[in-house]
């Protein structure tokens, strides 16, 4: 027996089931390509929501293990690095950990800059590849700001390693583009690499009872044959996990939720950070009875990364935009530089680690993501004043680069997203609001947003105040 031929049987051996055909003629193609002398090869494995994609990753992971082979396991976000590392059982990284480092502090944005890879004889397996972007926006902090040209340099800069990528092209591109990047042959092409590729569709995972993944998979199979209509139809008939929600019957479902499966397991998510922002109001004063402004067991998101507060922690790279965090302990809060901040001790359920950050209250409750950028300078200078004493331009930066205040986490209530925060994350509960949409809303990217708004649940979705258009 060829050693490709005892490779691929141990790992169908390590899969939990019989492979489907789909599956094994896929772990066919990714033996070939892990046993192939062509060093500038890339796999791409695509595939959507229940086809298996997960089974068969764990099952190769556990393969290339137990044969002494080296893997490194990547993801856009902390939660999406969570997700895959529990179900590979090894652990897993974001990209923006394993492939960048900060660079000297020179003003408003440090930045960081891609490291060289000293792996050799490694396969990198990136998992959520569609939320991989490649426009440049990024640029004043990470390296190119082109995630997957500094992605793909780095893998290939190493000794004979390889990159193994998984996405869902029905997911949501990342922000401000029209498809994913990482997901397209031709831009992997481009790169001078031999790309071979396959792509998943037949629905493995609780298929017939599931009314999340049937409707999932209706939404998809309408972008993939192109037969989209103004309003997707959904079906709720003869489903268990799916069903509409009125106004008056919310509360009393997402308390219920809350007590059934926990806050950390409930996600509500919207199509607006005002909406988002009426729903974080509403479930801190009418479900969980909050009258501070932060409470112990408040859960918050982070919308702007930040590299401060995790300097000293082994396991976290840096707070990450989307991410989730529960105060443990509201300490002191404080008015000053015409700004209001909180020191609070926060749990990071990520990574299952305590920290002590100090947040600004003032994006608690703003209709924007973060700070503006004028609120941002004004803070900047405000601070600036401080050091007024130190003559030189790159003291007073070495000032700033450790400032509290100017390093504080920008934050809001976390019981309510918007679908792009929470792409990358699953929850046993989501409750959706796809709100009022006006007819120019709609169209194929509306059931890209629709699709990966409902594959956030993995047990139970609720339609809120759902419109009869959708059925």
């Known amino acids: 027996m060829s050693l490709n ?24 193609m990714i033996t070939d390509f892990l046993f192939s002398r062509v060093s500038d090869s890339i796999f791409l494995l695509k595939g959507y929501a229940g086809t298996g994609k997960s089974s068969l990753i764990g099952a190769l992971v556990k393969t290339m293990t137990d044969f002494e082979q080296k893997t490194v396991l990547l993801a856009p976000t902390g939660r999406a690095a969570k997700v895959f590392s529990s179900y590979s059982s ?23 800059v891609p490291m060289d890879n000293l792996h050799k004889d490694t396969l990198f397996i990136v998992d959520e590849a569609s939320m991989i972007s490649n426009d440049g926006i990024d640029s004043f902090s990470f390296g190119t700001g082109r995630v997957l040209d500094d992605l793909i340099h780095y893998v290939y800069g190493g000794e004979n390693c390889r990159l193994l990528l998984i996405g869902d ?28 590729s396959t792509t998943m569709t037949q629905i493995v995972r609780q298929a017939g ?44 479902e997402i308390s219920a939720a809350y007590d059934r499966d926990g806050i950390e397991e409930t996600m509500i998510v919207s199509r607006s950070n005002k909406r988002a922002n009426i729903y974080n109001e509403g479930v801190r004063n009418r479900i969980l009875y909050r009258e501070e402004e932060l409470s112990s067991g408040d ?12 300097e000293n922690i082994e396991q976290v790279d840096f707070l ?9 302990r509201v300490r002191r809060t404080q008015e000053i530089y015409g700004f209001r901040f909180c020191d609070v001790l926060v749990k990071h359920p990520d990574y299952d680690i305590e920290l002590e950050i100090k947040i600004l209250i003032d994006t608690l409750h703003s209709e924007t993501t973060g700070l503006s950028q004028e609120k941002n300078a004004e803070l900047f200078y405000n601070i600036l004043e401080d050091y007024a004493d130190i003559t030189t331009k790159n003291g007073k930066m070495q000032k700033m680069k450790v400032d509290p205040f100017y390093n504080a986490v920008q934050v809001k209530y976390g019981y309510a997203v918007t679908c792009h925060k929470a792409q990358g994350g699953e929850w046993t509960n989501v409750f959706l609001d796809i709100g009022y949409i006006t007819e120019e809303h709609l169209g194929i990217n509306f059931y890209r947003w629709l699709y990966t708004a409902l594959t956030r649940a993995s047990k139970r ?9 959708f059925l």
Request: charged fraction near 25%; aromatic fraction near 10%; charge should be negative.
């Open 209 to 252: 009872n599931s009314g999340i993944l049937f409707n999932a998979t209706h939404i998809r199979n309408a972008l993939l044959e192109n037969t989209t209509e103004l309003f997707p139809k959904l079906k709720l008939d003869g489903f268990d996990d799916i069903r509409k929600v009125s106004g008056e019957e919310l509360i009393d």
């Open 320 to 328: 990450a935009n989307g991410e989730l965090l529960e105060i443990l």
């Open 169 to 196: 092209e029905a997911q949501l591109p990342p922000v401000m583009q029209e498809s994913s990047p990482a997901l397209q042959i031709d831009i992997l092409k481009g790169y001078g690499l031999d790309v071979l």
């Open 461 to 469: 979705l609720y339609l809120v105040n759902l419109p009869d258009e």
């Open 90 to 112: 090894h652990p897993a990284f974001t990209i923006h950990k394993k492939i960048y480092r900060q660079k000297r502090f020179s003003g408003e944005a440090s930045g960081f």
């Open 5 to 28: 031929s005892f490779f691929l049987n141990q790992i169908k051996k390590n899969f939990q089931f019989e492979p489907t055909s789909e599956q094994a003629e896929a772990l066919d």
């Open 299 to 310: 859960m918050l998101m982070v919308t702007k990364n930040n590299y401060f507060w995790t």
